[in-house]
């Protein structure tokens, strides 16, 4: 199902934008990732006995599944809220440039801030992904609409797959939770790989893979911020120096 053009009649309404927003989570692979890789955090939260209700709420509110599994974990093994909290916005600043470099495709210079609030809370890795492979076929001035409907459905899938999971958790083994879990990381690597098209991204990519296993080697705790930070520096520098030589 193609998105229509961006001159057709269909972009309109804020509503019909928001309806195609919706519709867009069953033309990305990602969508199943996320039930999969969800079924898995509804596991996790019932064998750490926590509630359904509560898990539920983590995904509303959190609605990333790297900082839920630290705050389930962590809650878990007995850390303090506060503890947990820290963890959990440590976890979280990975998401800002996303949210930095998304929300510009979305304003015109009529948007007002409190429009964008909603829009940067639904930014999570698989949204941020996705908005950079749509957003270029929606009209400017629907783009926030349709971005509220792409969100909206991402999470109501997860949603899902945190109940099934939960009731199914005891029909999961240990190794297939954890191989579960693995599906996230691992679809983002390729989905990231298909949307490079600069040099800079290629090469920010390639960089951040070489130079993971050796921040490995550090054991700091801080091995993907330290092989992204390189990386990503490095490649700016290539972007930059490319476009003084232009």
């Not at 599944?65 to 705050?71: F, K, S, T, Y």
Request: hydrophobic share 50%; with cysteine.
């Amino acid at each position: 199902m193609a998105l229509p053009p961006l001159d057709s009649p269909q972009w309109q309404s804020p509503w019909r934008a928001f309806a195609w927003g919706l519709r867009s989570i069953t033309q990305t692979i990602l969508t199943v990732v996320l039930f999969v890789t969800y079924l898995g955090i509804g596991a996790l939260a019932h064998d750490t006995h926590f509630s359904l209700i509560w898990a539920l709420c983590s995904t509303l509110f959190v609605w990333a599944g790297p900082a839920q599994i630290i705050l389930i974990t962590t809650l878990g093994s007995g850390a303090t809220i506060v503890q947990s909290a820290i963890a959990v916005t440590v976890s979280a600043i990975r998401l800002f440039p996303m949210v930095v470099s998304v929300l510009p495709l979305m304003r015109t210079p009529k948007t007002k801030r409190r429009e964008l609030i909603f829009a940067a809370h639904l930014t999570a890795v698989t949204l941020w992904v996705e908005c950079h492979r749509f957003l270029p076929q929606v009209p400017r001035e629907r783009r926030i609409a349709f971005v509220h409907g792409l969100g909206c459905g991402l999470v109501s899938v997860c949603l899902t797959a945190n109940t099934v999971g939960y009731f199914l958790a005891a029909n999961l083994t240990q190794t297939l939770g954890a191989a579960i879990l693995l599906l996230t990381p691992l679809s983002f690597l390729f989905s990231t790989a298909r949307n490079s098209r600069e040099v800079a991204d290629v090469v920010a990519l390639t960089l951040g893979i070489l130079l993971y296993p050796l921040a490995a080697k550090m054991n700091s705790g801080l091995d993907i911020l330290v092989s992204g930070t390189v990386a990503g520096t490095i490649a700016y520098g290539v972007h930059w120096w490319r476009e003084v030589r232009a």
